[in-house]
């Protein structure tokens, strides 16, 4: 009898895995990709708890005051990362900082996916007229030197809109012409299939086609490609803020604090300052990168791995 | 061929005015009043600042504001700088050579780094070489360009003292003399570098799949086969394929070096065009703003018509009209 048992377990047909879980697999075991996940989600919670985690909040709970009794203080016990050319912990700052740089790049990058993703999925599917003035739109705005508009918009918007945001939307609307160009090519050549047809002649909306038919075979484009653009929009944000023409000198990001290194004796004799952030930044966008790579190995029913 | 480019030129023509539009429009909506270099700030008398906003055409309706900038424009007058009170022109003439000088040696850094890269990587795949120089470009891609311009002036300039860190001659060498080029290659170098690494990694990367796709295409079977040496093979037959993709990227890297010379002008304090514009948002100097977004505009254009036209130069495969 138990003998019986087990035959019909074994003769059960396994189900076998999903695309979804195959990748889920393919992706933890790749170390690289996992190593970086855990060194972002690190970060994150950081920055999130950083009101709560920041080492030097309860002598100078403003992290924008100046405190002019503790300037340029080297790191030792009490200030492990000394403190900046205003008094203020770098730790903290740190911290603080990390919120701004990744609320800005998240936002931009959601900004800049969804629109692209809209345009992009509508240029594709409907073709025609409604491709060709689209897509000449998003030439348009892919024509534009990137750094040289955000700059001049973000000085027109100054002060109109609170300043962060101003940055988000500038970045946003400047950025989606190369995800919408990536998606289209990629409903283009998914709307040729079959099951698109076949779902037409059934009678469904064209938007519900795109919802749930066209963009879910596009997902795994779109999430590989927003990562990477994650990373580039933490640079944009911090290279501005370096420049002084991102995120308001008030509020720590990590490129306002990086900024502090264009003065050369900061740049020179107190690297503490502005290390920290250089090093972080650069480490996020490495794991950010790495963790893009590993989903598109793992996305990519190809790949052996 | 000529016909192409010849269309792609027209076509160029309304992407320009739509962006002379928002330009312009960007330029008016600017915070502060845009003649307050032109006009004698010591006199505040309202009458006189009335008088010289009628003058200089600001009390125009907005069309004909846009018309007389174009037309000025289009001839050459880009105006006159609040800051400098010489014509743009002549600003922005003096800046460009800086810029071209470091965007040539820019350029030429990363073909010189990514042909050598890509070349020993597509040859030797997956091996310890290929895996290092994949890990080194992996690392350039990620560093932010202003992160290592930061790090290359701490190290090379600070500590090593091998190069300067700012400006793009020294003061005291004679201009025109050997001594004043050597000088000025040596200030040029450093920024040239941190600009030139920035695109090495994909230049490498790309160099590399694709001499190892073609490598597994049937002419170069056919290639071996009849006994040609595997060098000539590799450095003929192969890289002349794969030299298609590179060629385009040069088009957009004009995108990419534009916005790059920005950031790397303003670490290393090089007196170009980048440096030029941001100093003038910082110091509301409209006019040479305009006519630098303008000019930064048309070059990315030109960037991508050249890519284009040079695709089909040198693949003729693939037809374009």
Redesign the interface.
Known sequence: MASSTTITQQKKPERSLSPWQIARKKFLRNKLAMASTIFIIIVTVISLLAPFLAPYLSPNPDITKVNIGSMNIQPNGEHILGTDKSGRDVLTRLFYGGRVSLLVGFSATLMVITLGTVVGSIAGFFGGAVDSILMRFTDFVLNFPFLVFVIVLNTVLYGIVDGLWVLIMVIGVLSWGGVARLVRSKVLAEKENEYILAALSIGCSPWKVIRKHLLPNVMSTIIVQGTLIFASMIVVESALSYLGFGVPQTTPSWGNMLSSANEPDVLQGKPWIWMPPALVITLTILSINFIGEGLKDALNPKSLR | MLKYTFRRLLGMIP?LI??SIVVFS?AK???GDSLSGEIDPLNTNPQYIAEMREKLGYNDPLPVQYFNWVTDFVQGDFGKSTRFKVPVADVIMEKIPNTLFLGVMALLITYILAFIMGMYSGRKPYTIGDNAIAGIN??M???????AA??A??FFS?HLNWFP?GGSVDILVEDGTFEYWLSRLHHVLLPAIVLGAMSTASYTQFLRNDIIENSRKDFVRTARAKGTPMKKIYNVHILRNSIIPLVTFLGFDF?AL??GA??TE??FTYPGIGQL??DS??NKDYPI?MA??ML??F???AG?LIADILYGIVDPRIRLD
């Open positions: 992407m739509l962006i960007l909506l600017m915070p992996y690392v891609l990620a560093i932010p360009s202003f992160v930061v790090f002036i701490y600070f860190f995108a534009i916005g920005i950031i303003t670490i514009f941001l948002v910082t703003l630098l977004t930064l505009s070059l990315t254009l991508n």
